[in-house]
């Protein structure tokens, strides 16, 4: 999808385990983002970044760590994995000017994880 | 924070009809607006965006209108075909994130 790829495509794990998930891009995008979607709640933010080692959380951060370490990738961590965490995981990325959305996001084709 | 609601689950429509789905969300201070198309099984697709000095604006059988007095947008499709059913989201921007709606269902039937 456009210079975004997302790794692994799917994946069960068990409770207690860390799970990541990478998303990778080509385009060279200064702001990356993690969202996680489920039924009824559609699409909620878990963390983003706007710049290498520069990271925020979302309104579901709890239980989820990220890091960048370069501009291309940008790597979502479940220390302790838990069933409440089995959703469907998009990674996105867009560009901002002074922390404006220039375009919306262009999204990977997702990670759908299940906890077990 | 933002919250983007008027959650209409699924819309039903025929072959050839013109198809409306529609968004509110809270923030005054909102300026970008974006409506995504949601196959089943993939990413969310860019379908078309406004920005807040606009009304209306139109794509290939798409129009989105604004109206930040009561703080709602609509995105309409001309001429539904069966290949637009999928999950339509409204998505609204203060800075440099998304708050996206919950999502509307087209059916489209032939």
């Known amino acids: 999808d456009a210079g975004i790829t997302q790794s692994p495509r799917h994946k069960v794990t068990e409770t207690g385990t860390p799970v990541t998930l990478r998303c990778h891009q080509t385009?060279?995008?200064?702001?990356m983002y993690w969202y996680r979607q489920d039924p009824g709640h559609g699409l909620r933010l878990i963390h983003y970044?706007?710049?290498?080692?520069?990271?925020d959380k979302g309104e579901v951060s709890d239980g989820y760590s990220v890091s960048r370490s370069k501009t291309e990738d940008f790597l979502l961590t479940l220390e302790s994995a838990t069933s409440s965490q089995t959703s469907v995981y998009f990674c996105?990325?867009?560009?901002?000017?002074?922390?404006?959305?220039?375009?919306?996001?262009?999204f990977g084709s997702g990670t759908r994880l299940t906890v077990v | 924070g933002e919250s983007v609601g008027l959650h209409l689950p699924t819309l039903s429509v025929q072959e050839g009809d013109n198809s409306i789905i529609n968004c509110a969300y809270s923030n005054s201070a909102s300026d970008y607006f974006i409506w995504y198309k949601q196959e089943s099984g993939k990413g969310p697709q860019f379908i078309i965006d406004?920005?807040?000095?606009?009304d209306k604006r139109q794509g290939q059988r798409v129009t989105v209108l604004l109206n930040k007095t009561v703080k709602h947008l609509s995105l309409q499709i001309a001429a539904t075909q069966p290949g637009d059913s999928a999950v339509y989201f409204c998505a609204v921007s203060g800075y440099s994130t998304l708050t996206f709606g919950k999502g509307t269902m087209l059916l489209v039937s032939p």
């Open positions: 970044s706007y710049g290498v080692k520069d990271t």
């Open positions: 385009e060279n995008h200064r702001y």
């Open positions: 996105a990325i867009s560009e901002a000017i002074r922390d404006r959305l220039n375009y919306g996001y262009t």
């Open positions: 406004i920005r807040s000095n606009m």
